[in-house]
Structures are given as structure tokens and as C-alpha cells.
């Protein structure tokens, strides 16, 4: 598939279209210490996954009411730890010309659904869908929220453009057989530098790079 046959932009929200790694971190440097895991441990894996996946992974011992309440107390961490969560560069700039271009977008995240409002109402984005980790049996790396928000949005998969910066969220948009563009030095279709370049790859104003 070529870009120019993408209908519908698939946009992650963490790190993706908001820039909040460092609030990220810090919740979990924070729930690491309070659960006796190496931070350095967590935070290899938890980019791109829901919360109770990653503490599934993190204390496998855990039984099913541990580790709700473990994701919990992680995402609790992050709801009010906004202050510097900001719209990625090139963010709004490119959902100005997604609607100039009539194209469809939405956001799909391993957030639930206060963390999500909550970010990106701090970076001043509104997204006409959003798909959250209370929406999906099974979060990334599994395709049921990208395969969602591509229903709802009345898309084939196939052309929309799923836009990553973890492993996780790339292995979902391939497996819902999308066109997949990732950020930070990360492999997809398009390996991007920030969404300014996605801008001005759909507006034709620069050729793709090769992979």
C-alpha cells in the first residue's frame, strides 16, 4: 500500500501524539519502588502496553485482583502528574492538515479513559474517536483497538496509517494489516523523525524515505 491510498490516520497517544515520557517515567520510578521492581526493569517494558500487562510481566506471582489493584495504584500515579505533558512537535500542525485533507484520525492508546482526557486535555487535543484500554479485551501488542477504531471510523485496516513510537503498538498495526509509521528509530513502513515529517509526507511535500 502507498500513502496515497491511506484513508485514516491511527494515532498512539503516549509519547505518539503527546509528549508525556518524563510524567511516565516518574509514575513508573515511583510504583517500582513501592512494589520492590528494578525501575530500570519496568520501564524496558512497559512503552506501549497497557498497565496490567506490564505488572502481569513484572510480578508474575500476582493473582487477578493483585494486579488490578497493582495497575491501579500505576495509572493513579499519572493522572495528576501533568505538568509537563505537552502536544508532541509537529502535533497539531498535523491534525490541522488531517482535516484539511477531509481524513479521517483517531487516537488509540493503552490508557484508560480518565489518563487519556487527561493528557490530551493538558495538550489541548480533541480526538473525534478515541479508543482506550476499557475498550479492547486485549490490549497492544494484540490489533483489537487499532481494528476498532478502524471500524468505527468505517476504514478498511488496510488503509489506515497506524502511528507508533513502541514495538508493542507497531506489532498491533501490523497485525491489523496497516500501513505502520514509527518514531523513534524504530522500523515501520515510514520511520518518521517527529509528525512534522508525516505532515509533509502527506501533503507531498517530501518523498519517503526508504526503510
Known amino acids: 500500500m502507498e500513502l496515497r491510498d491511506v484513508r485514516a490516520v491511527l494515532l498512539d497517544m503516549d509519547g505518539t501524539l503527546v509528549d508525556s ?7 513508573w520510578i515511583t510504583w517500582a519502588g513501592e512494589y520492590g521492581v528494578e525501575p530500570a526493569t519496568a520501564l524496558a517494558i ?23 489493584v497493582a495497575a491501579a495504584r500505576q495509572l493513579e500515579l499519572q493522572y495528576d502528574d501533568l505538568s509537563d505533558v505537552t502536544p508532541a512537535e509537529g502535533a497539531h500542525e498535523l491534525l490541522t492538515v488531517l482535516g484539511q485533507l477531509g481524513m479521517s484520525w483517531a487516537v488509540v492508546t493503552s490508557a484508560d479513559l480518565r489518563l ?3 493528557c490530551l486535555g493538558a495538550a489541548s487535543i480533541t480526538a473525534p474517536l478515541l479508543v482506550t484500554a476499557e475498550d479492547v479485551t486485549d490490549g497492544k501488542p494484540d490489533p483489537e483497538g487499532y481494528l476498532r477504531a478502524a471500524e468505527q471510523l468505517g476504514v ?3 488503509s489506515c496509517l497506524v502511528v507508533e513510537d513502541a514495538e508493542p503498538g507497531l ?4 497485525a491489523a494489516d496497516a500501513l505502520t509509521a514509527a518514531l523513534k528509530h524504530l522500523t515501520g513502513d515510514l520511520c518518521l523523525d517527529d ?16 526503510r
Open 21 to 27: 515520557d518524563a510524567a511516565v517515567e516518574r509514575a
Open 46 to 68: 512497559a512503552p506501549g502496553c497497557t498497565s496490567d500487562r506490564t505488572v502481569r510481566r513484572l510480578l508474575p506471582e500476582l493473582n487477578a485482583s493483585a494486579v488490578a
Open 116 to 118: 487519556a482526557n487527561a
Open 156 to 158: 478498511a485496516p488496510r
Open 171 to 174: 506489532a498491533a498495526g501490523r
Open 195 to 210: 509528525l512534522g515529517q508525516l505532515t509533509r509526507l502527506l501533503t507531498g511535500t517530501v518523498e519517503p524515505a526508504p
